[in-house]
């Protein structure tokens, strides 16, 4: 089993920067592969980033460029430094790590942009 607790979130405004923090435990973190889920009222849950356990990273279209995802093996932690931020990021946030095919969430942190 898997625990994921997601922190960082908040209010934001336009153009500034936030960054996500998720801590693991419960397993042997390095072996997992990690990633940011997003949910916006009204919308389906969409894949942010991940990063493989090899460190290999992957960002939705909407978010290259402005967001970086990263991974601290030795602290079990998942980052996402989140810049240039626009109101279409506002969203619960979530934290997900997968191995052979199980994928584990937390509960989620809320990001909102806005003036």
Known sequence: QVQLVESGGGL????????????????????YA????????????E???SITSGGATNYADSVKGRFTISRDNAKNALYLQMNSLKSEDTAVYYCIAERFKVRFWGQGTQVTVSS
């Open 12 to 31: 934001v405004q336009p153009g500034g920067s936030l960054r996500l923090s998720c801590a693991a435990s419960g397993t042997i973190f390095m072996t």
């Open 34 to 45: 990690m990633g940011w889920y997003r949910q916006a009222p009204g919308k389906q849950r």
């Open 47 to 49: 894949l942010v980033a």
